[in-house]
């Protein structure tokens, strides 16, 4: 029986802005000319890179698939526990934290094709995360607009100084999926629906979705994600 997420065929990349833990598309001879799709996934608080492959099972195989570790260490668990983002005394996310590992993320994605041996279709890179990795995403999407061809928050949140530069138009006009659980008590749905209003202003191509669970994931929003993916993927 498979316990937890399926990370099989995967091998760990270190040495670059982040270490990775990468699944390669497959068949490897059969790469287009202009270079694979690319999904990025990002895990949440406490989890580490193999745990985000729990969202893409379904994900088309001849995507690049790319999971960094969060750079910030929980404790010693063994098994791995890191994060992206600490709080300030106000209760908010530390905008310098932010700014400061969305750089790392930025940079990563600028090296997949060197760090990875896959050759990268620049225009094809979609970044996608599960709560902590929800805030990143729309971070990069505020602050990196030009490296994403969209974005898949899962149950997270997004940040005042990402709010303001997406309400402004920054990411308009390219595609986002997010979802989130109605009985969600970690980040409450509000969270979700908080961004979701702020995209919407802001012109971006929502696809918005809202499930009976709580801060988790299901085999139906998984495939939900593939779903809408799949189709926006050129070979």
Do not use: C
């Not at 802005?17 to 690319?38: C, F, I, T």
């Not at 509000?190 to 988790?216: S, W």
């Amino acid at each position: 029986m498979q316990l937890g997420p399926d990370t099989s065929g995967t091998e760990l990349i270190e040495g670059g802005p982040l270490v990775a833990l990468v699944r390669r598309p497959q068949p490897a001879d059969a790469l287009p000319e202009q270079g694979s799709p690319a999904l990025v996934m990002i895990h949440g608080f406490g989890a580490n890179e193999g745990d985000i492959y729990e969202l893409v099972p379904f994900v088309d195989r001849r995507v690049l698939v790319v999971a960094p570790r969060g750079p910030i260490k929980v404790d010693d668990n063994p098994r791995g526990s890191w994060f992206w983002s600490v709080k300030t005394a106000e209760g908010v996310h530390d905008p310098a934290v932010l700014e400061e590992n969305a750089a790392k993320l930025a940079a990563l994605i600028g090296q997949l094709s060197t760090l990875t041996g896959v050759k990268v279709d620049p225009t094809q890179v979609y970044l996608g995360g599960f709560s902590q990795g929800g805030l990143m995403s729309l971070e990069m999407a505020a602050r990196y607009p030009d490296l994403l061809a969209g974005i898949l928050p899962q149950s997270g949140l997004i940040s005042e100084g990402a709010a303001h530069k997406l309400r402004d138009g920054i990411f308009r006009g390219k595609p986002a999926f997010m979802v989130h659980g109605t009985r969600d008590t970690i980040l409450p749905v509000e969270r979700g629906r908080q961004a979701k209003e702020v995209l919407e202003a802001g012109g971006v191509d929502l696809t918005y979705k809202e499930y009976n669970f709580g801060h988790v994931n299901s085999p139906e929003s998984r495939r939900d994600l593939a779903n809408w993916l799949n189709p926006r993927l050129k070979f």
